[in-house]
């Protein structure tokens, strides 16, 4: 069998701030970077081309989904086997990288199709505490994920991940926002995908990150991700555990209309 290729694929937003220290730590891991500018309206575009990393550019913001499904297409075109996503705030060390290819490739490259970071595996940081509301709502999304799709995840937020490439071509994402890993979860299971956790570090050093428009009230949001996650299993539901729709015969209108 071939050695496998890993890409890294970044996407990112006004991170002008971040964006050098995270790109040069990466490389040093990492040959093959993308990264995804997602409509950066700061100096983000002019720091890029200082760095041998391939870029996909939106005119305008799109959202966090919309840039990793264009990173899981870019990789199927291009050939790779595994693309490895993270953020581009210091939230995600590069030097995990080695970590993930390691496991995505372990036991004859065969055994995951997805390997998913955990903060709350175990804690890697005791120093760092998590915003009170985005824990919260981990919490119970992740509780809600478990429950109904027989998962047994920890962390279903992070978006430090290595994903298997062939496998992604069996999914039909269209989730364009932070709501994404509802999406990705629900669909990861109908296709019967493999996933396996990895520690990583509690990092948070942006507290006040913005999620855009209503979604920075923790109801609303709350409320939006459990309409996302409904909305795909009642979508998917023939390729589910019968306990995956439970008490979902009725949709809130949102939900409803995402069905739609």
Known sequence: MSTPRFLIAIPIYNEQKYIQRVLSAVLEHAPDVLVIDDGSTDHTPDLLRKFPVEV??????HGYGRSLRDAFGYAACAGFDWVITMDCDEQHEPASIPRFIEMAGEDGFARWDIVSGSRYISSMDETTTPPADRRAINVQMTEE?????????????????????????????????????????VQSVAAGLRTGELPVKLIYKDLNRSFGADLDDPTVRLAHYRDVLHAEIVRCAARLPESAAAGLVQLAPRAARLVG
């Not at 279903?156 to 069996?170: E, I, L, N, Y």
């Open 56 to 61: 996909i550019r939106h005119a305008t913001n």
């Open 145 to 185: 994920i478990n429950t109904r799709l027989g998962l047994n995840l920890t962390d279903s937020f992070c978006g430090f991940k290595a994903h298997r490439v062939s496998a992604m071509k069996r999914l039909r994402l269209s989730e364009d926002g932070y709501a994404f890993p509802m999406q990705f979860w």
